[in-house]
T-cell receptor, first 112, second 117 residues
Framework: EAQVTQNPRYLITVTGKKLTVTCSQNMNHEYMSWYRQDPGLGLRQIYYSMNVEVTDKGDVPEGYKVSRKEKRNFPLILESPSPNQTSLYFC???????????FGSGTRLTVV | DQQVKQNSPSLSVQEGRISILNCDYTNSMFDYFLWYKKYPAEGPTFLISISSIKDKNEDGRFTVFLNKSAKHLSLHIVPSQPGDSAVYFCAASGSGNRGSTLGRLYFGRGTQLTVWP
């Protein structure tokens, strides 16, 4: 089944403890992206990647890192999480030339 | 500053009637406009899109209208069904041409649609 898989689905962590949220897609998509969803703010793009080793900042990149060493994987790294990064995170991918992204099921992160 | 705006946080419609969700944008360089539907505990799912060179696109019960001069688009759902109850996000993207940014997808804040029997 064609899909974007994020792990974990739920995560509670403490301030300052480094964490990684994984994202993998099996559709051979060139583009991948991370979004966060917050109440009243909609979906905001954190980082995106147009292909292997090509990444760029979205609207809210502060406090996050990404890497794209392989086409299928696009992990989101929080080096020193803070409570304001408590949010619902979505990974997404799309083919070059396509219009819409396919989204994963989300990761709910709580930083205490 | 938000480039895609959905000014109605919620909409309530009776089953069988038309639902109209509205969206405004500020960047005239956008090449595509999309609507996503989101149920709780799930990721957004793509619903319908329209190119900036069109003014209407229809897919079954869903029709999107684009008014470029007003920088406004709307999603019409006819007839509305209880299963349509979800949050609807308007989004816009560029193709990389005309100075627009490839890879970026800008979302509005969403409209919660409730369809009651």
């Amino acid at each position: 089944e064609a899909q974007v898989t994020q792990n974990p689905r739920y995560l509670i962590t403490v301030t300052g403890k480094k964490l990684t949220v994984t994202c993998s897609q099996n559709m051979n998509h060139e583009y991948m992206s991370w979004y966060r969803q917050d109440p009243g703010l909609g979906l905001r793009q954190i980082y995106y990647s147009m292909n292997v080793e090509v990444t760029d900042k979205g609207d809210v990149p502060e406090g996050y890192k990404v890497s794209r060493k392989e086409k299928r994987n696009f992990p989101l790294i929080l080096e020193s999480p803070s409570p304001n990064q408590t949010s619902l995170y979505f990974c997404a991918s799309r083919l070059q030339g396509a219009v819409g992204y396919t989204f994963g099921s989300g990761t709910r992160l709580t930083v205490v | 500053d938000q480039q895609v705006k959905q000014n109605s946080p919620s909409l309530s419609v009776q089953e069988g009637r038309i639902s109209i969700l509205n969206c405004d944008y500020t960047n005239s360089m956008f090449d595509y406009f999309l609507w996503y539907k989101k149920y709780p505990a799930e990721g957004p799912t793509f619903l319908i899109s329209i190119s900036s060179i069109k003014d209407k696109n229809e897919d079954g019960r869903f029709t999107v209208f684009l008014n470029k001069s007003a920088k406004h688009l709307s999603l019409h759902i006819v007839p509305s069904q209880p299963g349509d109850s979800a949050v609807y996000f308007c989004a816009a993207s560029g193709s990389g041409n005309r100075g627009s940014t490839l890879g970026r997808l800008y979302f509005g804040r969403g409209t919660q649609l409730t369809v009651w029997p």
